[in-house]
């Protein structure tokens, strides 16, 4: 029931969809003046939401800060979440990438590096009705294997379908290989602070890489600040979103 609530709440946090509903009611009472009222919070909301400043500068307030290579040490594997795979395109004789497969790419520079000597996969779907053929954990050692990590060297957990749940099936999967005693957890930037919260509510206590940065460095530009961006809106649901699954998962005491 969380999980199917957890993607509802995903619909009704949208910013746009706070837009599209203020804009409707203003429509429906334009002769009133909560009508006109209506209409210039819609307008002023688009405005906010269009800006791609006001959304960087609160990407950088939220993400984890980037780790120097140098600052990491060695560990005995790194833990690299899921979510970054796209299972509903066809052909399914391959395996589809979203944006944060900067994980899966920085997994594998730390791999090269020798940072981390295995790479624990964790995730099985986060669709409704779990639809895909393979699991996301699946799909990515595909890839890995493909990039020429020996299958020795990847452990697969397949069930997790969030990260409450990658905590918990991760911590299980390392009680079967007492080898593997520090590990390096991988995911975007934006979503470090939960997985961090969540690995270390469960007695795990991971050193972290954030990856796949939403935000860019601070430019001090007048196109930086004025001009309207068609991406921000995107970045506002993406940022929302994470903030409320924190609130939720603290409020539930899923985070450390």
């Known amino acids: 029931m969380f999980f199917i609530l957890s993607k509802l709440l995903d619909f009704l946090i949208s910013p746009l969809v706070w837009v599209v509903v203020l804009l409707l009611l203003a429509v429906l009472r334009r002769r009133s003046t909560w009508g006109q009222r209506l209409l210039g919070l819609g307008v002023a909301l688009l405005l906010v939401l269009t800006n791609g400043a006001l959304v960087n500068e609160a990407l950088l307030a939220w993400e984890i800060p980037p780790v120097r290579l140098t600052q990491l040490g060695r560990h005995d594997a790194g833990v690299l979440l899921t979510g970054i795979t796209k299972g509903r395109k066809s052909p399914h004789d391959r395996v589809y990438v979203e944006q944060g497969a900067d994980r899966l790419l920085h997994t594998l520079w730390l791999y090269r590096a020798g940072r981390i000597r295995n790479i624990i996969v964790s995730g099985g779907s986060g669709a409704l009705g779990g639809s895909k053929r393979r699991s996301e954990a699946e799909e990515l050692g595909i890839l890995l294997r493909l990039a020429g ?10 069930r997790s ?61 007048l196109t930086y600040w004025l001009i309207p961006s068609d991406e921000a809106p995107r970045l506002w649901g993406i940022l929302l979103h994470e903030m409320v699954g924190y609130a939720v998962y603290r409020l539930r005491g899923y985070v450390a």
């Open 149 to 158: 990590v020996p299958r020795q060297h990847i452990l697969l957990e397949t």
């Open 161 to 221: 379908r969030n990260t409450r749940e990658n905590a918990l099936n991760t911590r299980a999967l390392l009680r079967q290989h007492p080898e593997i005693k520090s590990i390096v957890l991988i995911t975007s930037a934006f979503h470090q602070r939960r997985a961090m919260g969540c690995f270390r509510e469960v007695g795990l206590n991971p050193a972290v890489f954030p990856a796949s940065y939403y935000s860019s460095d601070r430019q001090a530009t």
